[in-house]
């Protein structure tokens, strides 16, 4: 799990990761400006039928919410 730090040595947030199971949702962690604290984020995916379009749909908020690593030469 990567952790991304703004020049102030605050962490800003931590990556989105698929929870399967019972229940099946993605979770974050994103800074809350209000009380600049880490928050916890769920995002349920079991209204989604069937494996394959599950994990599809993680696969897209994890792009989305995971900025690009950068390259590293």
């Known amino acids: 799990m990567s952790i991304r730090k703004n020049n102030a040595s605050l962490v800003q947030y931590k990556e ?3 929870h399967e ?3 099946w949702f993605v ?3 994103a800074m809350d400006p209000a009380t ?3 928050k ?6 079991n209204h989604i ?3 394959k379009e599950r994990r599809a749909a993680a696969n897209r ?3 989305r ?8 030469l």
Do not use: M
């Open 16 to 18: 989105a990761i698929l």
């Open 21 to 23: 199971g019972k229940e």
């Open 27 to 29: 979770y974050y962690y």
């Open 36 to 38: 600049k604290e880490l």
């Open 40 to 45: 916890r984020k769920k995002i349920k995916l």
């Open 49 to 51: 039928k069937g494996i």
């Open 61 to 63: 908020i994890n792009k």
């Open 65 to 72: 919410k995971n900025p690009r690593q950068s390259h590293r």
